[in-house]
């Protein structure tokens, strides 16, 4: 299947503690979404159905010959070494993917990575061992009841806001967000033996 940089971010999610479950360190791929999660958060994002249609039609991105779906079988690979060789496939140390990435499960232990450039024809090609195991069974973790409150906001700058009072309040005390309503303003807030912190957001209003 073809994935870009949004599908492989979610291994900054995975579990950084080694040895406690394997299947907590990595990144669970299907044919039509990539997931990670730490047992304390989690991030599923979907595969983008325009990416197929970026790969000029006389190149077409293919592992072995057949095209990346052919024969696709979920797996799931260590999040830390699958960031390592995107890294070693894109040709430079920290940067990010640029193109469309192929990833096929075709041998028991072993998962194929096949890179191509938005720019230029050239192929990358990596093999990294895959995780025997099954991913937890996340969905049912989803709420199905209706939300208390809804609210859409601009994602980047709630990150920022967020970034400065979660430094703040430290990993245990935490930053509590309070929702009012549909078209009222986002609250969180922070504190610690000597400071507060209390920001809000606008909604953005369709």
């Known amino acids: 299947m073809l994935y ?3 599908n492989l971010a979610v291994a900054k999610l995975a579990s950084k503690v080694s040895g406690v479950r394997p299947v907590l360190e990595g990144v669970f791929f299907t044919k039509d979404k990539t997931v990670a999660t730490d ?3 989690l991030l599923e994002i979907s595969t983008p159905a325009q990416l197929v249609n970026s790969i000029p039609a006389d190149q077409p991105l293919k592992l072995d010959d057949c095209p990346a779906l052919k024969g696709f079988k979920p ?3 260590n ?3 699958l960031e390592k060789n995107i890294k070693l496939l894109t040709n430079h140390q920290g940067s990010e993917l640029a193109g469309a990435l192929a990833v096929s499960h075709i041998f028991d232990n072993k998962v194929k990575m096949v890179y191509k450039p938005n720019q230029g024809a050239s192929f990358e090609t990596r093999f990294i061992p895959r995780i025997v195991d099954s991913f937890p069974d996340y969905g049912k973790l989803f709420p ?3 939300a ?3 609210i859409t906001i601009n994602g980047k700058m709630f990150a920022e806001m967020l970034e400065i009072v979660s430094k703040m309040a430290g990993e245990y005390t935490g930053v509590k967000i309070k929702f009012y309503g549909q078209f009222e303003p986002l609250v969180i807030e922070a504190e610690t033996k000597n400071q507060r912190a209390r920001g809000l957001m606008m909604p953005i209003k369709n």
């Open 4 to 6: 870009n940089k949004h």
């Open 39 to 41: 047992s304390y958060r």
């Open 75 to 77: 797996f799931i690979v």
């Open 79 to 81: 999040a830390s070494y």
């Open 144 to 146: 199905t009841k209706p």
């Open 148 to 150: 208390v409150a809804e």
